[in-house]
């Protein structure tokens, strides 16, 4: 699950034919003529061009109505080398790869651009495709509350509180959309968009949440997929699902904050807090517990103040790039001196809306939530005193724990049945997804897959750290579908 600024298990057999009688009607579609043109707002590569897909609201119900997916397009470069559309899954849920064909697709090779039309597109209710809100408070949208980070003292009746309150206004604001967004209809989505391409198959490149729409995919149209690359992978559990990403968090966190101890340690680091690495851990936590008990102002922020916590969600997203470092180790100086950098930029509360509800939306309906509170209550406990960098957070009740409405299906249950197309790249060393989470997503899809591990700390593991060996591989598998005979370390 990761942040942007624009931001049980299918077992029975029963189950299984649903998702078969769900899919059939995508791969059959007819194809419709797309109206390609200029993007809306322009887009930073001139080649791009935009257009919509129409696709039903509920697949289980096709004529309730439909919706538009926004989709966008840079042509192959050299249409003799042509093979077909590789599709820019982006993460979340609530990001979008509008922009993609002209932003990280153009990071790609040579070779790749020559073989593959760049695809992108803005997910089921996120703008511009036909887009949906939770009408929330400007309070609720902060990422300390989007984010379940407990009280202080370990209490979570505030975050029990704030759960039934936004999930309310969800069902309040969200109209039927929002109950019909989840990863299962983003797959099917993305079949129709393959259909209005024209493609019998198509090759994707699901970054983050975009791993899990692309084992999903790959499970419920395996036959329409080409060559496929998920990177940094979420756990696929299916009787979890978003349960599983947020406590992912705990294991993350702990195998990169060694990796920030040593960087902001470091002699000469004109950011430097402490001596040596052993300090930092001990330094941060004696911080946050003095921002708990005594916060700092901080006029323009969302909350207007620099409490534990903020400094606790500062820390997660600094984690997730070492670029990002400078930020946290910033925020801890001027803290220390009891003052506070500007309030960061954030995206305006409208985009922020939409994010936040896609995300609601997708993550509370894929699967359900335990309700009871007594068992977030023991499991946070638990999480802050083996964990205490994440503060019990990766155990806590989100606003799914309050959500209305149960999941209209099981969800996806991904297996070693179908093609051997997929490969996995992923960093040791990642805050929101981390290598033990991915193991399982690798296990699940058997010899479907291979996997490449690299030596790298953060988020985002191809074209983002500079490893030359999994780039590498992960560009020789696009352009010549050339995919390393067992799984591989990179260093």
């Known amino acids: 699950m990761e942040k942007t600024t624009r931001t049980v298990g299918l077992v029975a057999a029963s189950a299984a034919l649903l998702f078969a009688g769900l899919a059939a009607p995508s791969a059959a579609a007819p194809r419709p003529s797309l109206d390609w043109g200029a993007c809306a707002g322009g887009a930073p590569d001139a080649r791009q061009q935009c257009a919509t897909v129409e696709v039903p609201m509920d697949y289980a119900d096709p004529g309730a109505g439909t919706i538009e997916i926004a989709i966008s397009r840079i042509r192959s470069e050299d249409p003799a080398e042509r093979r077909g559309v590789l599709l820019l899954i982006p993460g979340g849920p609530g990001g979008s790869s509008l922009d993609d064909p002209s932003k990280k697709g153009q990071k790609l090779p040579q070779e790749v651009r020559d073989r593959f039309d760049l695809v992108g597109f803005a997910p089921r209710g996120l703008a511009p495709s036909t887009p949906v809100g939770c009408g929330l408070d400007h309070g609720d949208l902060a990422p300390v509350k989007l984010r379940p980070w407990p009280a202080p003292d370990g209490s979570i009746d505030g975050n029990l509180a704030d759960a039934r309150r936004m999930a309310d206004a969800c069902a309040h604001h969200g109209g039927e959309l929002i109950r ?3 990863t299962a209809n983003e797959a099917r989505d993305l079949d129709r968009v393959r259909a209005a391409l024209g493609e019998r198959k198509v090759s994707a490149w699901g970054v983050s949440y975009g791993t899990y729409v692309g084992a999903v995919y790959s499970q419920l149209f395996p036959h329409r997929t080409d060559r496929i690359v998920l990177d ?3 756990d696929p559990d ?3 699902v978003a349960r599983a990403w ?3 968090y705990e294991q ?9 101890a040593r960087w902001a ?5 004109p950011d430097r807090i402490a001596g040596t690495a052993a300090e930092v851990r001990p330094l941060f936590l004696r911080l946050a517990a003095r921002l708990d008990a005594e916060p700092i102002p901080w ?3 969302n909350p207007e103040e620099l409490n534990g916590n903020v400094l606790r969600q500062t820390m997660l997203e600094s984690l997730y790039s070492p670029a990002r470092f400078p930020r946290l180790a910033r925020l801890m100086l001027a803290a220390q001196r009891g003052t506070v950098p500007p309030a960061p930029a954030s995206p305006p509360d409208e985009v922020l809306q939409n994010v936040t509800a896609v995300a609601a939306g997708t993550l509370c309906n894929d699967v359900a939530w335990p309700e009871d509170p007594a068992g977030y209550r023991k499991d946070v406990a638990r999480s802050r005193a083996a964990h205490p960098l994440t503060a019990g957070m990766p155990r806590n009740a989100m606003l799914c724990a309050a959500w209305p409405f149960p999941p209209r299906e099981p969800a996806v249950r991904i297996t070693d049945r179908g093609p051997s197309n997929i490969l996995l790249v992923q960093n040791e ?3 929101a997804t981390p290598l033990a989470g991915a193991l399982k997503l690798r296990a699940a899809l058997g010899d479907r897959a291979r996997m490449v591990v690299v030596d790298s700390t953060g988020h985002d593991a191809y074209l983002a750290h500079g490893n030359a060996c999994g780039d590498a591989t992960v560009s020789r598998f696009l352009a010549s579908g050339e995919r390393p005979v067992r799984d591989r370390h990179c260093d």
């Open 252 to 260: 993350g966190v702990e195998d990169v904050f060694p990796e920030f």
């Open 265 to 269: 340690s470091h002699p000469g680091n």
């Open 299 to 301: 006029p323009g922020a």
């Open 429 to 431: 060393r990642d805050p």
């Open 238 to 240: 299916p009787a979890r």
């Open 180 to 182: 019909h967004l989840s």
């Open 246 to 248: 947020l406590a992912g």
């Open 232 to 234: 940094s992978n979420d």
